[in-house]
């Protein structure tokens, strides 16, 4: 090459790169609207930003990523937990853990109802977000179940009802292993479901049993679907009469994957 050659390299090569720099750039500008749904957020959801930074979340936790990591990563909290589960819990973080059995703790912030459900707004915006999988490995909260990178889900290599049913058990969405351990006596946010059959024949003699089963499966099946019907007995698993669990399965798991939901906790022993 000729030192002219060099030169027209040189300038060609970074010209062009610095065009695809810069179209790259605008386009993922033009992306961020849609793929953080910016038409969602509600007068709420920028209240509950302000409590976000008002009480420092961001020293223990982080959204996408971004924070400190001393706390879980909360950017799909709202989708793992439920609205009605955070709401007792950011009243009083210290019912759901002990300092010695997890070694660290969220203090009692002291937010009001209003800040609750607005941080709760926020949190469900965030959950919303389409983060392309970021950030790849998120802290997560105690016993959660592995994120699943998007649009992928542990396939069963079979058609047997109870191997898809542990699977979709494990994946997130519906994420119930994060709440669910299926080792005996480990309780995460909800009961173990160990023994499934045997805590399903106990809750169905109980006195207190109000509900429309007349056998394990169906009691299990009720349970996923409308989960306040019957509450398993535990200082955190109700509020108000209500179950902490989300209650719409129902209506966002198809009959078939609530069928092998079923098949697999029958399964259990
Ligand atoms: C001093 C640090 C600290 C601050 C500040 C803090 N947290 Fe936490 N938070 C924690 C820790 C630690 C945990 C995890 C408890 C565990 O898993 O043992 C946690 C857990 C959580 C959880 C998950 C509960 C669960 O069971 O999955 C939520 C939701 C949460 N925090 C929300 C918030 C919000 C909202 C704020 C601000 C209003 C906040 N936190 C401020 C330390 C903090
Ligand atoms: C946010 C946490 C949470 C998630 C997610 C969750 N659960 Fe639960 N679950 C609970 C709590 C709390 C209880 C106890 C209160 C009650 O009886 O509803 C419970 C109770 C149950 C029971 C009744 C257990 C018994 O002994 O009678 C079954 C069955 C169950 N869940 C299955 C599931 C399945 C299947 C999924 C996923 C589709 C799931 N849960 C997702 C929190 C959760």
Redesign the pocket.
């Known amino acids: 090459m000729t030192k002219r050659q060099t030169r027209l390299f040189f300038f060609i090569s970074t010209g062009l790169f610095v065009l695809v720099f810069l179209g790259l750039t605008v386009d993922t500008t033009k992306q961020v609207a849609s793929l953080t749904h910016s038409d969602t957020i509600t007068p709420q959801v920028k209240a509950g930003d302000h ?2 930074h ?4 961001i ?3 982080t959204l996408l990523g971004e924070g400190a990591y ?3 990563d ?1 950017t799909k ?1 709202a989708k ?2 439920g609205a009605a ?2 709401t007792q ?2 009243k009083d ?1 210290s019912r ?2 002990s300092e010695e059995r ?6 009692t ?1 002291g ?1 009001s109802n209003q ?1 609750i459900s607005d ?1 709760i707004a926020f ?1 469900g915006w965030v959950s919303n977000i389409d983060n392309q999988g970021w950030p790849p490995r998120p802290i997560l ?2 016993g ?1 179940a592995a994120p699943q990178p998007v649009g992928e889900r542990p396939v069963a290599a079979s058609t047997d009802p109870v191997a898809l049913g542990e699977a979709l058990f494990r994946s997130s969405p519906p994420g119930c292993s994060g709440c669910h351990s299926i080792a005996p006596d480990v309780r995460i ?1 909800g009961p173990s479901l160990a023994n499934m059959k045997q805590l399903a024949e106990e809750a169905l003699k109980s006195p207190k049993y109000g509900g429309e089963a007349k056998d394990v499966e169906a009691y299990i099946r009720e349970s996923i679907v409308n989960p306040s019907i019957y509450i398993v007995p535990g200082p955190t698993y109700s509020a108000g009469g209500m179950s902490l669990m989300p209650d719409d399965f129902g209506k966002t798991l198809t009959d078939k994957q609530i069928n092998d939901l079923v098949a697999y906790l029958m399964s259990l022993e």
Not at 54 to 57: A, E
């Open positions: 409590v976000w008002k009480y420092n979340c020293n223990c936790h001393y706390a879980p909360l909290i793992q937990r589960y955070l819990f950011l973080p759901f853990y997890d070694r660290r703790l969220m203090p912030l937010l800040e941080v949190l909260v105690s959660s946010v």
